[in-house]
């Protein structure tokens, strides 16, 4: 794990999945310099000047992108603005849910990545699917080289990434590269779901998955027999419970398992595990909408796996890192344990020999995600060559 600020895991955190979607080192050295003091502060002082200075950086680039749309050079302006969206993602993750100018800063982060898609000619391509009465936003990439119908993995967030940081970190277009397409999914909880729909995670995963299946199912460039999930952090519990309870999924995958996330609240609130964003018991009141922490934890108590994996009966992939800092390995096997009917179950710990040892292998993702696109890709009979 690359260690900026060495006290502080959560701006750490940050810093490491800034890379993981393409940072640039000159300009987090610049970001971040100034911050060896406010990595220190309280939650408040600190977060806010890493705004201010990851918010700086984001102007910057959006300035020389400019200048290079007025030349004509549009595939330079669009990789300024892709980098330009996913430090204002930075720096939007870390504030207070109810922080002035916040909801501001997402909007501004969404148009500049689609800005980025458009002028970068990505395969990429921003859908809404039908959700009780509002919808689901939702980036579709199509997999390359496929005249008929492909194979399609659903990609869901955990507890506080969104789906532009999950499309950036990579598993899309190395999934792409091997035949199959994706659906990157800010479900109920989770991105613009809950900062601009209102919609409020559930433990029951299905609900919402059952909905982006229905959706996937129209779509002539979709095999409906070959649609899985899978789910990065908290994702790792909202993945198996889906492949559990909706029977159309046919395989899934946990990128950092979370099989009982009702006793990794117990176990914070003694203070034991590192916390994934600041203000962390106001984040998750809001993400579940729970009205004080006593309401949290009642909803929390349901947000288990046991009684759930053993329904699922379709290819199951389990990773975990070896080091995770948020969720014990022992939760990873307690998954694979209870995948006892499905047919292709398989563990990987990821090590140091590999990379990825860190939380949903944040601090080097792309070994563990070619890992994951090739059994994706081997489980579909798609392409790994």
């Not at 984001?58 to 996913?86: H, I, P, Q, T, V």
């Not at 379709?314 to 995770?324: A, C």
Request: glycine share 8%; net charge negative; with cysteine.
């Amino acid at each position: 794990m690359f260690k900026y600020f060495p006290t502080n895991y959560v701006w750490n955190l940050s810093v490491d999945l800034a890379i993981e979607m393409g940072a640039r080192i000159g300009e987090i050295e610049e970001m971040c310099a100034p911050l060896k003091e406010a990595a220190k502060q309280p939650d408040k002082e600190g977060v806010q000047a890493f705004r201010d200075t990851w918010a700086k950086m984001a102007d910057k680039l959006c300035e020389l992108a400019e200048e290079d749309e007025s030349k004509g050079r549009m595939l330079s302006a669009g990789e300024k603005y892709n980098r330009a969206a996913s430090y204002l993602i930075t720096c939007e993750r870390l504030q207070a849910n109810d922080s002035p100018g916040r909801l501001a800063l997402y909007k501004r982060e969404l148009s500049l990545f689609q800005k980025a898609i458009e002028l970068g000619r990505e395969n990429c391509e921003r859908v809404e699917i039908p959700y009780e009465g509002t919808h689901l936003s939702a980036l579709y990439v199509k997999a390359e080289g496929v005249s008929e119908p492909a194979p399609l993995l659903i990609q869901v967030n955990g507890l506080d990434s969104t789906k532009e940081m999950k499309y950036r970190v990579g598993l899309p277009g190395w999934l792409a590269k091997r035949g199959v397409s994706s659906l990157v999914v800010d479900q109920p909880g989770t991105g613009e779901a809950i900062r601009l729909q209102g919609l409020h995670a559930r433990f029951d995963s299905e609900h919402w998955a059952s909905a982006v299946v229905d959706w996937l199912e129209k779509r002539a460039d979709v095999d409906r027999k070959r649609i899985g999930m899978e789910g990065v952090s908290l994702g790792g519990y909202f993945c198996p419970r889906a492949v559990a309870n909706e029977p159309r999924l046919a395989l899934g995958v946990c990128w950092g398992a979370n099989h009982d996330w009702r006793d990794v609240q117990k176990r914070r609130l003694e203070k034991e595990g590192d916390f994934p964003v600041p203000h962390y018991w106001s984040h998750v009141q809001w993400v579940w909408g729970a009205d004080n922490i006593e309401d949290f934890m009642a909803i929390a108590e349901n947000v288990h796996l046991d009684g759930q994996v053993e329904k699922i009966k379709v290819p199951f992939l389990v990773t975990h890192g070896s080091k995770d800092s948020q969720i014990p390995l022992k939760w990873a096997e307690r998954t694979y344990e209870q995948l006892i009917n499905s047919p292709k179950r398989e563990l990987k710990v990821f090590t140091e020999r590999e990379g990825g040892v860190q939380h949903s292998s944040f601090d080097n993702s792309i070994n563990a995600g070619h890992y994951i696109a090739d059994w994706v890709a081997e489980t579909f009979n798609a392409r790994t060559a």
